[in-house]
Every structure is written in C-alpha cells, then in structure tokens.
C-alpha cells in the first residue's frame, strides 16, 4: 500500500470506531503507526499535510484533493 493508500484507510477506520468524520493530525498519525505502516512519521505528516490536502500549496509533483483542513491541525477527508 501506498503512504496515501494508509492515510485513506485510517480515516475510514477512525470514522467508524468515532462515529465522527473531523480528527487531528496527531490521531491520524497514530492511527496510520498503529496499523503497522513502515512510513516514517514524516512521511505520513507531510501526506496529511500537503500531498492530500486540497488546500495546501502545490509544492509537490502529485498531489491528491483527498483531505480537507477545516483547523489548524484539523482534516477530513472529501
């Protein structure tokens, strides 16, 4: 799986088990580690952050309109 495919994974898992679609990057960033991802927590943050993100400047080669922050440090997916 890619480092996006993981991040799209975890969200789908923290909706259901929160019944809420909005989470920090920290939730997501543990929830990602915690599946067992061998993505550096890096990676994974500059994901959420930037290469998913529909918002972030495009600063990157691919980026996806997967995320959306909706506050600081605040995302869901689209």
């Not at 799986?1 to 259901?16: I, K, Q, S, Y």
């Not at 550096?40 to 529909?54: F, L, P, Q």
């Amino acid at each position: 799986m890619t480092c996006r495919d993981e991040v799209l994974a975890a969200f789908e898992r923290l909706e259901r088990r929160h019944r809420r679609k909005v989470f920090d990057l920290s939730e997501v960033l543990q929830e990602v580690q915690a599946s067992g991802s061998t993505y550096r927590e890096s990676t994974i943050r500059t994901h959420v952050t930037s290469r998913m993100c529909v918002e972030a400047p495009d600063h990157h080669g691919t980026t996806y309109a997967d995320l959306e922050r909706v506050d600081r440090g605040r995302y869901r997916r689209r």
